[in-house]
């Protein structure tokens, strides 16, 4: 009987994203879970990571001017990203060392998550030119047999200029950019424990992309 419930109740959630997910052109063909446990090793300890991928059907974004404006990222900001990247993860989250913030910037940019889309990758810098925010967005195929999208690869912000809506407006700028170059949707993975990229993204209109839920 509760096993019934259970799957009941399942069910209907899973609808309820499944509504959702098949307004997204990215999930039509075959609706694909994209949430995956990954292990991997922090200080030499095991940790299992779920990481659950969200999508938005992208439109033009109301761009309100703004003190901080968002740039294109150029290749000659690489470096000073990386230190950006240092210091957005060593908050406890994921916590690299400045080699493996040099690498994972350096990869990413290099195509680790797909082809890099300049003209909706941005940061942000503040009055001394210091960055810091920034968002990295490429062209990426999710799941087996899913189609290429563009992919949210990297957003952070300094650890001292959270909760100012840099983000957001980082987001939105991509959002706008993307919609402006003809793509239709815009995904990212996320940790499961990032509440803040979660709120974020939720707040943003993206939603779950998921399977049907005897696979979960
Ligand atoms: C996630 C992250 C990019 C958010 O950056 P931010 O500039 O502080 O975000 P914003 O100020 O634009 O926040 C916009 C909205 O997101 C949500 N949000 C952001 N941080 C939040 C938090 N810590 N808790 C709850 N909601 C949060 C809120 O809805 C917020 O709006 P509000 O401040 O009006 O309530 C930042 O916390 C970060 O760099 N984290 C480490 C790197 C990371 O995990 N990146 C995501 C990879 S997918």
Same mark, same amino acid.
């Given at each position: ?12 959630? $899973?609808? @309820? ?21 990954? @292990? ?25 001017? /703004? ?5 294109? $990222? ?27 913030? /040099? @690498?994972? $910037?350096?990869? $990413? ?24 925010? /920034? ?24 650890? @001292? ?56």
């Amino acid at each position: 009987m509760a096993h019934h419930a259970n799957k009941a109740s399942k069910r209907k959630q $899973i609808t @309820d994203v499944g509504s959702v997910s098949a307004a997204l052109p990215l999930a039509q063909k075959r609706p694909t879970l994209l949430c995956t446990k990954f @292990d991997f090793f922090i200080g030499g300890s095991q940790v299992m990571v779920s990481l659950i991928s969200l999508a938005v059907l992208l439109e033009p974004q109301d761009l309100k001017p /703004a003190v901080l404006s968002p740039r294109r $990222i150029k290749a000659a900001d690489v470096p000073r990203l990386a230190d950006l990247y240092l210091h957005a993860y060593a908050d406890g989250t994921y916590n690299p060392n400045t080699e493996k913030a /040099a @690498d994972r $910037i350096r990869a $990413i940019f290099e195509g680790a998550r797909g082809a890099p889309i300049p003209e909706a990758s941005f940061l942000t810098a503040d009055a001394d030119g210091n960055i810091i925010a /920034a968002i990295v967005t490429t062209n990426r195929v999710l799941g087996d047999h899913g189609s290429e999208t563009a992919f949210v690869a990297e957003l952070f912000t300094h650890p @001292d200029h959270r909760r100012k809506g840099l983000a957001e407006r980082l987001l939105k700028h991509a959002m706008h950019a993307l919609h402006r170059a003809g793509h239709r949707t815009l995904a990212v993975t996320v940790n499961i424990d990032n509440a803040a990229a979660l709120a974020l993204y939720l707040s943003r209109d993206f939603r779950r992309l998921t399977q049907p839920a005897e696979n979960n």
